[in-house]
């Protein structure tokens, strides 16, 4: 009989040999099913970056905003901080949207309280210009409906 090294059972395996004095393991500890190899775990899923997970949209404007999005608003909104509404999430964005995307980009500029918390205006980062933060609504809500 040959003992393939399947190193749980053979520790077993010896630790009874010691323990017993036994020449040989005792039969119950044979493994009828041994394999030729043992099984390796799956290698683990690679997580990315939450915000950099999805794929780029294919039209251009969409594609810039998530740039936009991505560098400025993921932070909130990506993690629903603070009430922020998550793009996807389209209870939160149904009533919204309704406003119409002038109304929100206009919000998002100038900032604004609202009953589930503070938007800054253009998320607190000045240095936007008005095209890069409507690009980037136009991306969450494209998103959300
Ligand atoms: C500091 C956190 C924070 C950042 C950063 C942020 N937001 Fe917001 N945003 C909020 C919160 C909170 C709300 C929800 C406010 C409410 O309705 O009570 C909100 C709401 C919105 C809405 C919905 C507006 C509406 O009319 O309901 C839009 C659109 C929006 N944000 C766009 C953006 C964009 C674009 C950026 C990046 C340029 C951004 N936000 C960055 C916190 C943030």
């Known amino acids: 009989m040959t003992m393939k090294p399947f190193l749980p059972f053979l520790t077993v395996g010896l630790f009874f040999l010691g ?3 036994l020449e040989k393991p005792p039969a119950s500890l044979k493994f ?3 394999k030729k190899e043992v099984a390796t775990p799956a290698p683990a899923p690679v ?3 939450v ?3 999805a794929a780029a949209p294919a039209d251009p404007k969409l594609a810039a905003g998530k740039t936009v ?3 400025n608003c993921a932070g909130c909104h990506e993690a629903g901080m603070m009430g922020a509404p998550k793009p ?3 209870a939160a964005w149904s009533a919204r949207i309704a406003q119409g995307l002038d109304v929100m980009t206009k919000k998002s500029l100038e900032g604004f309280q609202g009953k589930a918390g503070m938007m800054p205006a253009k998320g607190g980062n000045a ?3 008005n095209e890069q933060v409507a690009s ?3 991306f969450m809500t494209d998103k959300s409906k």
């Open 19 to 21: 323990a017993c004095g």
């Open 32 to 34: 009828p099913d041994e």
């Open 47 to 49: 997580t990315a970056p």
């Open 51 to 53: 915000a950099a997970t």
């Open 69 to 71: 999005y991505d560098g």
């Open 88 to 90: 996807g999430d389209k």
């Open 127 to 129: 240095s936007l210009t």
């Open 136 to 138: 980037a609504v136009a």
